[in-house]
Nanobody, 124 residues
Framework: QVQLVESGGGLVQAGGSLRLSCAASGRTFSMYVMGWFRQAPGKEREFVAA????????YYADSVKGRFTISRDNAKNTVYLQMNSLKPEDTAVYYC?????????????????WGQGTQVTVSS
């Protein structure tokens, strides 16, 4: 089992920044890809970014490319999502997820473990 705990959400004005953290524990050696997803009210959960534990290759949704940065600290088993130039449409619950497979997936049903989510609200 893998446990994921997100933190760092909150309320910020448009143009501001937030950094989300996802601390992983348990059988972390089995994780190959870590991802961030988000879900706004009435919408489906959507892919935001992903990173491999080994090599650090990163992947982004077009809507956040150039504004968000995903990174990881292997020693701390923690993944981060730095969010800059935030927009009201970024408002959502943000979830951290872990995938045991090697290939990077951008669909939620490909991920095996999920955190509880953290709310990000961007005011205009």
């Amino acid at each position: 089992q893998v446990q994921l705990v997100e933190s760092g959400g909150g309320l910020v004005q448009a143009g501001g920044s937030l950094r989300l953290s996802c601390a992983a524990s348990g059988r972390t050696f089995s994780m190959y890809v870590m991802g961030w997803f988000r879900q706004a009210p009435g919408k489906e959960r959507e892919f935001v970014a992903a990173i491999r534990w080994s090599g650090g290759n990163t992947y982004y949704a077009d809507s956040v490319k150039g504004r968000f940065t995903i990174s990881r600290d292997n020693a701390k088993n923690t993944v981060y999502l730095q969010m800059n130039s935030l927009k009201p449409e970024d408002t959502a619950v943000y979830y951290c997820a872990a995938d045991r497979r090697i290939t990077v997936a951008t669909t939620a049903d490909s991920y095996d473990y999920w955190g509880q989510g953290t709310q990000v609200t961007v005011s205009s």
